[in-house]
C-alpha cells in the first residue's frame, strides 16, 4: 500500500476506534485477504486454523481500536504486532487473546 492507502487505512481505522462499525468494515475488507494470506503462509497454509487466526486478528483490532494513534506506529505495525501475537497464542494452544464466541468475521471457502 502506498502513502495515500496508508493514510486512508489510519484513518480507517481511527474512525473505526470511535465506534465507526462502517469503517471498520472497510478497513477489513482492504486488509484482511493480505492478513489471512500472511497468517495461512506461516501455518503451512491450513486453511480452518488460519481463518481462525485472522478472526482473532480482526476481533482483537476491533477491541482495541479506540486505542490506536497513527503517530505511535502505523495500521501496517499495529496489524503485524498482532498477527505475530495471535500466531504464538496459537502455536502454544492457547485461545485467542480476544476470543469472541459466535463471532465470526471470516468466511473462507477451500
Same mark, same amino acid.
Do not use: K, N
Given at each position: 500500500? +502506498?502513502?495515500?492507502?496508508?493514510?486512508?487505512?489510519? +484513518?480507517?481505522?481511527?474512525?473505526? +476506534?470511535?465506534?465507526?462499525?462502517?469503517?471498520? +468494515?472497510?478497513?477489513?475488507?482492504?486488509?484482511? &485477504?493480505?492478513?489471512?494470506?500472511?497468517?495461512?503462509?506461516?501455518?503451512?497454509?491450513?486453511?480452518?486454523?488460519?481463518?481462525? /487466526?485472522?478472526?482473532?486478528?480482526?476481533? %482483537?483490532?476491533?477491541?482495541?481500536?479506540?486505542?490506536?494513534?497513527?503517530?505511535?506506529?502505523?495500521?501496517?505495525?499495529?496489524?503485524?504486532?498482532?498477527?505475530?501475537?495471535?500466531?504464538?497464542? %496459537?502455536?502454544?494452544?492457547? &485461545? &485467542?487473546?480476544?476470543?469472541?464466541?459466535?463471532? %465470526?468475521?471470516?468466511? /473462507?471457502?477451500?
Amino acid at each position: 500500500m +502506498g502513502t495515500a492507502a496508508t493514510s486512508r487505512a489510519d +484513518g480507517l481505522l481511527v474512525a473505526a +476506534g470511535r465506534g465507526d462499525v462502517e469503517a471498520f +468494515g472497510e478497513f477489513y475488507d482492504e486488509t484482511a &485477504p493480505s492478513v489471512f494470506e500472511l497468517v495461512q503462509a506461516a501455518l503451512g497454509g491450513r486453511v480452518e486454523d488460519s481463518a481462525a /487466526v485472522t478472526e482473532a486478528v480482526y476481533v %482483537h483490532t476491533w477491541r482495541t481500536s479506540s486505542r490506536f494513534d497513527p503517530s505511535d506506529g502505523s495500521w501496517c505495525a499495529l496489524l503485524l504486532r498482532t498477527i505475530r501475537r495471535e500466531l504464538v497464542r %496459537h502455536r502454544d494452544g492457547r &485461545p &485467542p487473546s480476544a476470543s469472541a464466541p459466535g463471532t %465470526h468475521f471470516l468466511t /473462507v471457502s477451500p
